[in-house]
């Protein structure tokens, strides 16, 4: 381990030495973000191992290297060269979306509909009401709700409420790859975050256009609303039949090359979703899932090639979602992130527990299940940006927040989560 | 958003049946190209449907030059010195004569072609012509090992054939690597003096050097890593050190495929790590080819009316200095019981090397000719791939009938692959 940090010093040493024999270009990617780059991957790759070493999750690992070199920390990697390689994290999102998609079984679902059913509404609603109230009871040190009171205050806490209800189908994906799982837990895990990234859509919608409206934006009408949100869903419910159409198309008379083919349909999806602004990760979910259920194709290839390529996936996505944590911004509300980030673990024990129990799930599920739905990641920052961008008077404050609490819930999700499998004796990969 | 979608459908069915069509030349000349994939990134590519927008293709350089330095680090692999000192000198004395007259006769013929027929001053006359001539040289082993897989028994000339590939491979990377050195574009910093050509050519080798040792130390002397964490973690490593010495190189402007051939070169001949990594190259090679594949259609934008007889003429030109080189290898420096007059018509086919060079090109001297370059060398490369397998057959047919042949099992190894 000391070795391959001394060789990553040189590397960083060695950089240095070359910078006076370029000129600074602009333009094209810079050709300094890729070194960068591949010193991320393999910093993040050494330290991926030594969090395996120290029996946490490999991903932490990753998202801490990210953290280290990323601008908020020692500013190897800037700002700069994390937008110069976006593309590379849509890529990570898309294939890991896909993944997401096609693990995602039809009997599955049947079998374990009520449990998931159960738990999702129980925890949606258990994080909107402890959160709300929590918000609206401590008003004074919540930054995104100095002078504003009323029913605004409410619409504004509810917006908040609904990002911190948002789980992470990524990390959730990455712990299970990692550890092997595919016990009643992994499933039952798997299965309420992917439904769950699609109701939260829902949700974010309406709370945004409530919030809006309360602060006196220009706001829609409620059946304005409802028709922009199932146009938004419909948008990607399309995109996703055809691309899944596609898909199935390839593995009926093709066949080959998995791996290019999936990287391929990616890209062109994510160039489908930019121009026609439909949501990446939830289009290649619903295609993965059709591919592998309703599809009158064999989907175990693909699937199979992109479990041998998710770990490379994970390490770039973990990696630069580290690099993008903005730590300084944060640090200064820890009390309120740290009283925030307990709450909401309260209330997804409590309705997990709940849940497991009405629903008359397994026992693991009953009492590891809470633990799978603490992490959140890329869709909860997401979120946070676009209130941020649309929203200003209180998106950015708003974001400083929600992006402390999320990075506490990476940091301590994937351990907890980790565990509950372990317990659970569904880990098969030491 | 209907367009769109439409777009999605239009490139799928083109694909597949691009597919189809060329799935016939596979089962009936062992075609081992990728057309399809070209035809499927011009698609996407800017010029048709913008799925994939100018910026976007500038947006895939990590995963290009992942590619371009994963071509050059599996052919550094290659050259294993504990290998490569059981091979014959005949073999060796081929090999070498073959490479430098087809790059000599290709060299002079391009020169002519750029200066005296097209205008170009030396300077540019040579950049292109270096290039081209570079990619003339290049023969692909993919051919030879399909053909040779199929026959299930090989000639005694395989083994040659096989070793001469790489040698072409070799001469290709190192001429191209050389050429960015000797004729650096770019700026450096104003504190220090701006290096001569021998000071980048060694630059370049140093550049990779470095790294070589540096990933060396990393993955440890003894396969450490692949023991006890698995392909995955290999991967995520390899990647790592290419995507760095690719980005050293991209930095200084230099050829990030000729950075990793020297990185590759030292991880085959240091510690025990190098099988594991050789199959890890040797695995992903496909893909990694295809991708680049499909970026160089993405990025192919003919426009220059050059395109239209520099590419036809650079075909014949390949055609005629691999014949003659072939010939010369085959014919007067080969001994008696190795002669093949024609050698050159086994090593037609040029494969993922010659379009990474290309594309490397087309990053690096955007400013000279590129689409011509990457038209000509595609053009090459599509061609050539048609006809490989099928001249392959016939020489060694003709070998064979002349030497006898000999069971796989006792030739088959790869000449410098232990």
């Given at each position: 381990?000391?070795?391959?940090?001394?060789?990553?010093?040189?590397?960083?040493?060695?950089?240095?030495?070359?910078?006076?024999?370029?000129?600074?270009?602009?333009?094209?990617?810079?050709?300094?973000?890729?070194?960068?780059?591949?010193?991320?991957?393999?910093?993040?790759?050494?330290?991926?191992?030594?969090?395996?070493?120290?029996?946490?999750?490999?991903?932490?690992?990753?998202?801490?290297?990210?953290?280290?070199?990323?601008?908020?920390?020692?500013?190897?990697?800037?700002?700069?060269?994390?937008?110069?390689?976006?593309?590379?994290?849509?890529?990570?999102?898309?294939?890991?979306?896909?993944?997401?998609?096609?693990?995602?079984?039809?009997?599955?679902?049947?079998?374990?509909?009520?449990?998931?059913?159960?738990?999702?509404?129980?925890?949606?609603?258990?994080?909107?009401?402890?959160?709300?109230?929590?918000?609206?009871?401590?008003?004074?040190?919540?930054?995104?709700?100095?002078?504003?009171?009323?029913?605004?205050?409410?619409?504004?806490?509810?917006?908040?409420?609904?990002?911190?209800?948002?789980?992470?189908?990524?990390?959730?994906?990455?712990?299970?790859?990692?550890?092997?799982?595919?016990?009643?837990?992994?499933?039952?895990?798997?299965?309420?975050?992917?439904?769950?990234?699609?109701?939260?859509?829902?949700?974010?919608?309406?709370?945004?256009?409530?919030?809006?409206?309360?602060?006196?934006?220009?706001?829609?009408?409620?059946?304005?609303?409802?028709?922009?949100?199932?146009?938004?869903?419909?948008?990607?419910?399309?995109?996703?039949?055809?691309?899944?159409?596609?898909?199935?198309?390839?593995?009926?008379?093709?066949?080959?090359?998995?791996?290019?083919?999936?990287?391929?349909?990616?890209?062109?999806?994510?160039?489908?979703?930019?121009?026609?602004?439909?949501?990446?990760?939830?289009?290649?979910?619903?295609?993965?899932?059709?591919?592998?259920?309703?599809?009158?194709?064999?989907?175990?290839?693909?699937?199979?090639?992109?479990?041998?390529?998710?770990?490379?996936?994970?390490?770039?996505?973990?990696?630069?979602?580290?690099?993008?944590?903005?730590?300084?911004?944060?640090?200064?509300?820890?009390?309120?992130?740290?009283?925030?980030?307990?709450?909401?673990?309260?209330?997804?024990?409590?309705?997990?527990?709940?849940?497991?129990?009405?629903?008359?799930?397994?026992?693991?599920?009953?009492?590891?299940?809470?633990?799978?739905?603490?992490?959140?990641?890329?869709?909860?920052?997401?979120?946070?940006?676009?209130?941020?961008?649309?929203?200003?008077?209180?998106?950015?404050?708003?974001?400083?927040?929600?992006?402390?609490?999320?990075?506490?819930?990476?940091?301590?999700?994937?351990?907890?989560?980790?565990?509950?499998?372990?317990?659970?004796?569904?880990?098969?990969?030491? | 958003?209907?367009?769109?979608?439409?777009?999605?459908?239009?490139?799928?069915?083109?694909?597949?049946?691009?597919?189809?069509?060329?799935?016939?030349?596979?089962?009936?000349?062992?075609?081992?190209?990728?057309?399809?994939?070209?035809?499927?990134?011009?698609?996407?590519?800017?010029?048709?449907?913008?799925?994939?927008?100018?910026?976007?293709?500038?947006?895939?350089?990590?995963?290009?030059?992942?590619?371009?330095?994963?071509?050059?680090?599996?052919?550094?692999?290659?050259?294993?010195?504990?290998?490569?000192?059981?091979?014959?000198?005949?073999?060796?004395?081929?090999?070498?004569?073959?490479?430098?007259?087809?790059?000599?006769?290709?060299?002079?013929?391009l020169l002519?072609l750029f200066h005296?027929?097209l205008g170009y001053p030396w300077p540019e006359a040579t950049v292109q012509a270096v290039t081209l001539?570079?990619?003339?040289?290049?023969?692909?082993?993919?051919?030879?090992?399909?053909?040779?897989?199929?026959?299930?028994?090989?000639?005694?000339?395989?083994?040659?054939?096989?070793?001469?590939?790489?040698?072409?491979?070799?001469?290709?990377?190192?001429?191209?690597?050389?050429l960015?050195?000797?004729f650096?574009l770019?700026?450096?910093?104003?504190?220090?003096?701006?290096?001569?050509?021998?000071?980048?050519?060694?630059?370049?080798?140093?550049?990779?050097?470095?790294?070589?040792?540096?990933?060396?130390?990393?993955?440890?002397?003894?396969?450490?890593?692949?023991?006890?964490?698995?392909?995955?973690?290999?991967?995520?490593?390899?990647?790592?050190?290419?995507?760095?010495?690719?980005?050293?190189?991209?930095?200084?402007?230099?050829?990030?495929?000729?950075?990793?051939?020297?990185?590759?070169?030292?991880?085959?001949?240091?510690?025990?790590?190098?099988?594991?990594?050789?199959?890890?190259?040797?695995?992903?090679?496909?893909?990694?080819?295809?991708?680049?594949?499909?970026?160089?259609?993405?990025?192919?934008?003919?426009?220059?009316?050059?395109?239209?007889?520099?590419?036809?003429?650079?075909?014949?030109?390949?055609?005629?200095?691999?014949?003659?080189?072939?010939?010369?290898?085959?014919?007067?420096?080969?001994?008696?019981?190795?002669?093949?007059?024609?050698?050159?018509?086994?090593?037609?086919?040029?494969?993922?090397?010659?379009?990474?060079?290309?594309?490397?090109?087309?990053?690096?001297r955007?400013d000279l000719n590129a689409?011509v370059i990457?038209?000509?060398?595609?053009?090459?490369?599509?061609?050539?791939?048609?006809?490989?397998?099928?001249?392959?057959?016939?020489?060694?047919?003709?070998?064979?009938?002349?030497?006898?042949?000999?069971?796989?099992?006792?030739?088959?190894?790869?000449?410098?692959?232990?």
């Amino acid at each position: 381990m000391i070795r391959r940090l001394v060789v990553l010093m040189l590397l960083v040493g060695g950089a240095v030495l070359l910078e006076p024999l370029r000129a600074p270009t602009e333009g094209v990617i810079a050709p300094r973000s890729l070194f960068l780059f591949g010193i991320l991957l393999l910093t993040a790759d050494t330290f991926g191992a030594l969090a395996h070493d120290l029996r946490v999750p490999r991903l932490l690992g990753y998202l801490v290297a990210g953290l280290a070199l990323g601008p908020s920390v020692a500013g190897i990697v800037p700002a700069g060269v994390l937008d110069d390689l976006g593309m590379m994290k849509r890529l990570a999102v898309g294939l890991i979306a896909v993944l997401a998609g096609a693990e995602l079984r039809l009997a599955d679902l049947r079998q374990r509909g009520r449990v998931i059913a159960t738990i999702l509404v129980l925890q949606t609603a258990f994080v909107l009401v402890a959160v709300i109230a929590t918000t609206l009871l401590s008003s004074r040190w919540i930054p995104f709700l100095d002078g504003i009171s009323g029913s605004p205050a409410f619409f504004v806490a509810l917006l908040f409420a609904v990002m911190l209800t948002v789980n992470s189908p990524m990390v959730t994906l990455a712990l299970l790859t990692e550890a092997g799982a595919r016990g009643p837990l992994a499933r039952t895990t798997l299965g309420v975050v992917l439904v769950a990234d699609v109701v939260v859509i829902l949700l974010f919608t309406g709370s945004f256009s409530l919030a809006q409206a309360s602060l006196g934006g220009a706001a829609a009408g409620a059946p304005q609303i409802m028709a922009q949100l199932l146009w938004e869903v419909l948008k990607a419910v399309l995109a996703g039949v055809v691309i899944g159409s596609i898909m199935s198309l390839y593995l009926h008379f093709v066949k080959r090359e998995l791996v290019v083919f999936a990287v391929v349909v990616v890209f062109a999806t994510a160039g489908a979703a930019e121009a026609l602004h439909f949501e990446l990760l939830l289009t290649l979910v619903i295609a993965g899932f059709l591919v592998e259920n309703v599809a009158p194709v064999r989907a175990e290839p693909l699937v199979e090639t992109l479990h041998q390529a998710a770990i490379p996936v994970f390490v770039v996505f973990f990696a630069m979602t580290g690099a993008e944590l903005r730590v300084q911004e944060f640090v200064g509300f820890w009390p309120v992130v740290v009283g925030l980030v307990l709450v909401r673990m309260v209330a997804i024990y409590t309705s997990g527990r709940l849940g497991g129990r009405w629903a008359g799930a397994e026992e693991p599920v009953t009492r590891y299940g809470w633990t799978g739905l603490v992490p959140q990641a890329g869709v909860a920052l997401g979120l946070a940006t676009t209130v941020a961008d649309r929203l200003p008077g209180i998106g950015v404050p708003m974001q400083t927040l929600t992006v402390g609490i999320i990075a506490l819930n990476q940091a301590l999700g994937p351990i907890l989560f980790r565990r509950g499998l372990e317990r659970a004796g569904e880990v098969t990969i030491q | 958003m209907q367009t769109t979608l439409a777009a999605l459908a239009v490139i799928t069915v083109g694909y597949i049946l691009a597919y189809l069509v060329f799935d016939r030349l596979r089962d009936r000349f062992g075609y081992v190209g990728g057309a399809e994939y070209v035809f499927i990134g011009f698609l996407l590519g800017p010029r048709i449907t913008g799925l994939l927008g100018a910026e976007q293709v500038q947006d895939l350089t990590p995963i290009v030059s992942l590619a371009l330095g994963w071509l050059g680090m599996l052919l550094g692999t290659y050259f294993r010195l504990p290998t490569m000192a059981t091979i014959e000198a005949s073999h060796l004395r081929i090999a070498f004569s073959e490479a430098l007259i087809t790059f000599g006769c290709a060299l002079g013929a391009l020169l002519a072609l750029f200066h005296s027929l097209l205008g170009y001053p030396w300077p540019e006359a040579t950049v292109q012509a270096v290039t081209l001539a570079a990619v003339a040289t290049l023969s692909s082993s993919a051919a030879i090992d399909a053909v040779s897989r199929k026959a299930g028994q090989v000639a005694p000339i395989f083994p040659v054939l096989q070793l001469t590939a790489r040698i072409d491979a070799l001469v290709g990377v190192a001429a191209f690597g050389l050429l960015l050195a000797v004729f650096h574009l770019g700026q450096v910093s104003l504190e220090v003096r701006p290096p001569t050509a021998t000071e980048w050519a060694v630059i370049n080798l140093a550049v990779g050097v470095a790294s070589g040792v540096l990933f060396h130390l990393f993955l440890g002397p003894r396969g450490h890593l692949h023991e006890v964490e698995g392909n995955s973690r290999l991967f995520v490593a390899l990647a790592g050190a290419i995507v760095v010495a690719s980005g050293a190189s991209y930095y200084l402007n230099l050829s990030p495929i000729f950075t990793n051939l020297v990185l590759g070169f030292i991880l085959a001949n240091s510690g025990s790590a190098h099988r594991d990594v050789t199959r890890l190259l040797l695995n992903t090679e496909r893909p990694v080819y295809l991708a680049l594949l499909i970026f160089a259609g993405a990025a192919w934008s003919p426009s220059s009316p050059e395109l239209l007889f520099v590419a036809p003429l650079f075909v014949l030109v390949r055609l005629g200095a691999r014949f003659l080189g072939g010939w010369t290898a085959g014919a007067v420096i080969a001994p008696p019981e190795l002669r093949t007059p024609k050698l050159g018509r086994a090593l037609l086919a040029q494969g993922g090397i010659a379009v990474a060079l290309a594309v490397n090109y087309t990053q690096v001297r955007p400013d000279l000719n590129a689409d011509v370059i990457l038209t000509a060398t595609l053009v090459s490369v599509l061609l050539f791939d048609i006809v490989a397998s099928r001249e392959i057959g016939q020489v060694v047919g003709r070998t064979t009938s002349s030497s006898g042949l000999e069971r796989k099992e006792e030739h088959v190894a790869e000449p410098l692959r232990q």
